[in-house]
C-alpha cells in the first residue's frame, strides 16, 4: 500500500478526490523524471527554484518544492522546504488563493506533508522539520483587523495543527516541529 492509499485510508471521512493511483516516491525515478503521477489528472512534481515561476501562482518561500497539480500549468498547492544539514525543513505550505476546498484533494495538507516525508526519507535525511506558524513570513505579530486573525488562524491549523497531528514533537531550541526518521 502506497502513502496516499494510507493516508486516504486514515481519513476516515469523505474525500472529494481521493488520490489512490499515486506512485510512491521513488529517489531514482522520482529525481530523474521530476513528475509522479496521481489519478484524477493530478500530479505531484518535484520542482526546484526560489520566487515566482514562469506559470507560477504561488511565490515559492523556498529552494525545493513539492507541487500538486491537476491538469493546468496553475499549481493547486506547494510544500516548500530547504535542506538544512541532515535535515529538510518545510517552510511553505501553501494553497493557491482563491483555488477553493471543492477543487484540492481533502486534506490536502496532510497529503503533501506525507510526501515530504516520504521524499525526506527516500533521500536520506535524518529529520523533518515544520516551521511553527508563528515564524512563517505571513503570520502577522501585531493583528490589526479580522483578516490577519484569520490568516494567523489558517496558518496556526496548516502548520502546527497538521505537524502535531502527523506525530512531531515541539523542539522549544529549534523552535519548529520535528520529526524524527528512521
Not at 135 to 163: G, M, P, Q
Request: with cysteine; glycine share 8%; net charge positive.
Amino acid at each position: 500500500m502506497n502513502l496516499l492509499e494510507r493516508a486516504c485510508l486514515k481519513i476516515k471521512h469523505k474525500t472529494i478526490k481521493c488520490l489512490i493511483g499515486y506512485i510512491s516516491l521513488n529517489k531514482s525515478r522520482y529525481l530523474n523524471n521530476n513528475i509522479a503521477d496521481i489519478s484524477d489528472g493530478y500530479s505531484l512534481v518535484l520542482e526546484f527554484g526560489f520566487g515566482r515561476r514562469l506559470y507560477g501562482y504561488i511565490y515559492r518561500d523556498a529552494v525545493n518544492s513539492l507541487v500538486l497539480y491537476n491538469g493546468s500549468p496553475k499549481e493547486d498547492a506547494v510544500l516548500g522546504f530547504d535542506a538544512v544539514g541532515n535535515s529538510l525543513s518545510v517552510v511553505q505550505l501553501q494553497a493557491r488563493k482563491g483555488i477553493g476546498k471543492e477543487n484540492l484533494p481533502y486534506k490536502w495538507e496532510k497529503i503533501l506533508l506525507e510526501a515530504g516525508i516520504d521524499y525526506a526519507r527516500e533521500t536520506g535525511f535524518k529529520q523533518i522539520h515544520v516551521q511553527r506558524a508563528k515564524n512563517n513570513k505571513w503570520f502577522c505579530k501585531h493583528e490589526s483587523n479580522s483578516n490577519e486573525s484569520e490568516r494567523n488562524k489558517r496558518l496556526e491549523i496548516r502548520y502546527d495543527v497538521t505537524a502535531k497531528r502527523r506525530g512531531f514533537s515541539l523542539d522549544e531550541k529549534l523552535d519548529a516541529w520535528v520529526l524524527n526518521l528512521k
